[in-house]
């Protein structure tokens, strides 16, 4: 329909590509969750790395507290989180939480198409 509209305006031959601007509120939420994961992923193997190369030998794995009000469903049911919170290694549960997100971002990715802003980036 824009590209139509934009064609007729301005002639087919300069309407070069339309993208439709969708809202993607819905899944804003869990990629910023995401990037903060990679991030406390790339930190801890960072912080590994540099133990390794100065060759300390004890290096104690880094632990991450999970509270039950917080966890995800997910990690309630893989980590059996009940009322009290629970320790887990971090090199564990960061990579899989993260592919848990990934798997729900791309299941949100296909109801995002049917949501538009009244907006287009149109190049000529």
């Known amino acids: 329909?824009?590209?139509?509209?934009m064609e007729t305006t301005y002639g087919a031959d300069k309407v070069v590509a339309v993208n439709v601007v969708y809202d993607t509120n819905k899944v804003d939420p869990?990629?910023?969750r995401y990037d903060q994961l990679k991030s406390q992923l790339s930190d801890i193997t960072d912080d590994f790395i540099s133990k390794i190369k100065?060759?300390?030998t004890n290096i104690k794995r880094?632990?991450?507290?999970l509270l039950p009000?917080?966890?995800?469903k997910w990690a309630k049911e893989k980590y059996q989180v009940g009322a009290k919170p629970v320790k887990v290694d971090a090199l564990e549960?960061?990579?899989?939480?993260m592919d848990h997100l990934?798997?729900?971002?791309?299941?949100?990715r296909e109801s995002i198409k049917d949501s538009h802003v009244p907006a287009a980036f149109v190049t000529f």
Do not use: F, H, S, W
């Open 93 to 97: 549960y960061l990579p899989g939480e």
């Open 102 to 108: 990934y798997q729900e971002m791309k299941a949100d």
């Open 54 to 56: 100065r060759r300390k």
């Open 1 to 5: 329909m824009v590209r139509n509209e």
């Open 69 to 72: 009000a917080l966890a995800t």
């Open 62 to 65: 880094k632990q991450i507290t």
């Open 30 to 32: 869990k990629l910023q």
